[in-house]
């Protein structure tokens, strides 16, 4: 079992930045991919950024690439998603994701644990 807590979620103005962050209890946070996802009111939940094991590679959904960062810290438990240059259409509930595989998912149904959620709000 894997327990994740997400913070960092707020309210910001269009242009701003946020970090969101998401620690890890239980198994060894090394063991899993880590993803985030989000989902809007009225729409479905969908890939944000992922980040392997070892945090060498990353994936980044079309709309949030070159905006967004995604970074891990293993010691620590933690994996980080910083959102620069944010607009109104990245507003809503941020959750991260734990998948114990080797490979990145962009699919929700592939990851076995899931934080609370977060909620960010960009205002115009």
């Known amino acids: 079992q894997v327990q994740l807590v997400e913070s960092g979620g707020g309210l910001v103005q269009a242009g701003g930045s946020l970090r969101l962050s998401c620690t890890a209890s239980g198994r060894p946070f090394s063991y899993y991919a880590m993803g985030w996802f989000r989902q809007a009111p009225g729409k479905e939940r969908e890939f944000v950024a992922g980040i392997s094991r070892s945090g060498s590679q990353a994936y980044y959904a079309n709309s949030v690439k070159g905006r967004f960062t995604i970074s891990r810290d293993n010691a620590k438990n933690a994996v980080y998603l910083q959102m620069n240059s944010l607009k109104p259409e990245d507003t809503a509930v941020y959750y991260c994701?734990?998948?114990?595989?080797?490979?990145?998912?962009?699919?929700?149904?592939?990851?076995?644990?899931w934080g609370q959620g977060t909620q960010v709000t960009v205002s115009s």
């Open positions: 994701a734990a998948d114990n595989a080797v490979t990145i998912a962009t699919i929700a149904v592939r990851y076995d644990y």
